[in-house]
């Protein structure tokens, strides 16, 4: 008998989920991870349960603008070119799901995905007991020319995301806090928001912990399939489980054996600045469309985070991301005092901007749960009642093939 139903490789908003979906079906659980749950990508996070967020990355703009995006020191976006050039099969890639169709199609399948994200979440946060980290205000886009939200929102509303257009004064009723010209204004009202995901996470790992999960503070190194289950190495340890479960994020190619090491798993690095006592900026998630950012009130103060810089993993953190952030900042708000903290984090990224949600190829006993990007924590929920399905050997009442490891990635 194995030592456990299911391993999961991974503490973060993802591999958190999964790891209480399980436990609350009645699974033994082992949960892997060298830091405490929640503290690596999914701490830095825009703390928004973005339902509305199907546009991917690869939008045909950034074919248009790309040297522009490139070049530009007002750009919301950074590219490396070292790393471009060592990985020219996932540039190459991203590019060709920049053009229209490929994008249309990327977006219905993250729509379709984002209308189950209550779903999967608003268990977990009952189970966790957080409904006082919630706060059901939506989010807020603006955009200071006129034209640039326009294909996007139409493109939104086909899909069946629920927005609404509200003129400049109204947004500015909203958020009287805003100092920059607003030429148009969206209210995503379906939307919500955390005051502090960590906590909601840690609260999570609680409950997992009460229901009789078991935690391993140590770096899942490789996985071993046999014809009765799968055996993990994780901090000089060696277990055994019924399924593992891969859910590393940006990580997840580390880890030998599982497959995931022969995907093309990329990562946009994102930054956030902090500012203590600043939260009363903003009462809710407001995005500056042009500038790629958002600013959101946290429990600990005001959260300017945001932008994509495409550079490698280990890379040393970009001071000019940071700068970018801190500027934009300014102008959307005014003047702020200087940030009590800085922010690096790496999300999980396939050139098509889908998950990977699914068996391996190798094995129906390993399980991926990776590549959520910029929605890790919007998605986390049903992507962890999904695995759990998949690990019980039922259906999942979502199509899982557009978000299959052995898909095209072009």
């Known amino acids: 008998m194995a030592d456990y139903d299911i391993a999961i490789a991974g503490a973060g908003a993802v591999g958190m989920s999964c790891a209480l979906w399980a436990q609350m079906r009645g699974h033994r659980v082992l949960l892997i991870d060298p830091e405490d749950p929640g503290s690596g990508t999914s701490y830095g996070n825009a703390c928004t349960l973005a339902t509305y967020a199907c546009l991917p990355v690869n939008d045909p703009s950034v074919l248009t603008s790309l ?80 034209k640039a939200a326009s294909a996007g929102l139409e493109r939104r509303r086909a899909l069946g995301v629920p927005w609404r257009e509200v003129d400049p004064e109204e947004a500015l009723d909203m958020e009287p806090g805003l100092r920059l010209p607003v030429r148009r204004a969206v209210h995503f009202h379906a939307a919500r928001h955390l005051r502090d995901p960590l906590e909601f996470i840690t609260r999570m790992h609680r409950t997992y912990t009460e229901l009789g999960g078991t935690t391993l503070r140590a770096r899942a190194d490789a996985v071993r399939v046999s014809g009765t ?45 902090m500012y203590e006592g600043e939260a009363h900026r903003v009462t809710r998630p407001v995005g500056w469309g042009e500038a790629g950012f958002y600013a959101v009130p946290h429990a600990k103060g005001l959260r300017l985070t945001g932008t994509v810089e495409i550079a490698a993993l280990d890379a040393p953190m970009n001071m000019r991301r940071l700068a970018y952030i801190a500027r934009k900042g300014a102008e959307m708000l005014g003047g702020l005092p200087a940030p009590g903290s800085e922010w690096l984090g790496y999300r999980p990224t396939m050139p098509d901007s889908l998950p990977v949600i699914g068996r391996s190829p190798q094995s129906e006993r390993v399980l991926y749960a990776f590549g959520h990007q910029h929605i890790g924590l ?29 898909r095209s990635y072009v």
């Open 378 to 406: 919007t998605l986390g929920g049903i992507t962890g009642r999904l695995i759990a399905d998949l690990a019980e050997g039922r259906q999942p009442n979502v199509d899982l093939a557009p978000y299959a490891a052995g």
């Open 67 to 146: 040297p522009s995006l490139m070049f530009s020191k007002d750009s919301p976006l950074s590219l490396s070119y070292a790393h471009a050039l060592r990985n020219p099969g996932w540039m190459l890639s991203f590019l060709a799901n920049c053009r229209p169709a490929a994008s249309r199609r990327i977006a219905g399948h993250l729509a379709d995905l984002l209308s189950h994200a209550d779903a999967g979440i608003n268990p977990l946060i009952e189970a966790a007991g957080a409904q006082d980290l919630v706060v059901e205000r939506g989010q807020l886009s603006v955009w200071s020319t006129e």
């Open 229 to 273: 289950g799968v055996e993990v190495q994780a901090g000089g340890q060696s277990l055994t489980a019924g399924h593992a479960v891969i859910a590393s994020g940006a990580f997840s190619k580390q880890i030998a054996g599982a497959g995931a090491e022969r995907l093309p798993l990329g990562t946009e690095r994102g930054y956030h600045v």
